[in-house]
């Protein structure tokens, strides 16, 4: 079943994650599908995508994916987004995408995975601010 999200960042601040998306169950096997980001001011930015070293801890805003179903309620346990946390996600190793974007409202990208890209059970993916960036407008499809 295939599940969806969109939110505003909440800061562009240099060197920290901008939104992660969770998987908090054991029991979870989510795909991500396909993720979009848009900026929201014109501000030069740029981004990667990546696996945190460690997820954030005390989620201050989560947010539950919805289904995309006729139904349309959101998904409950096993994913949830946030912005904003206690402690927040530390920076990836390495990143499976960056991007650089112009300084002009609503550029932006649309990263497909095909197959999926993976969140292994209590761990994540995080969209990292590596500059000092513009909110964005943001979404991700997922697969549950």
């Known amino acids: 079943m295939k599940a969806s999200l969109g939110v505003r960042t909440l800061s562009g601040v240099d060197a920290a994650a901008a939104w992660e998306i969770a998987a908090d169950s054991p029991d979870a096997r989510i795909k991500i599908m396909e993720i979009g980001i848009f900026l929201a001011a014109a501000t030069a930015s740029i981004f ?62 649309i990263w497909t995975f095909p197959n999926g890209l993976d969140i292994p059970e209590e761990s994540s993916i995080v969209l990292w601010n590596l500059g000092t960036n513009a909110v964005v407008d943001a979404y991700a499809v997922v697969e549950l």
């Open 48 to 109: 990667g995508l990546g696996r945190p070293q460690a997820i954030g801890i005390t989620p201050a805003d989560p947010a539950d994916f919805l289904l995309e179903s006729p139904e349309g309620s959101d998904v409950g346990d096993g994913i949830y987004s946030d912005l904003s946390w206690g402690t927040g996600p530390t920076v990836p190793l390495a990143f499976l995408r960056r991007i650089s974007l112009p300084a002009v409202i609503g550029a932006g990208v």
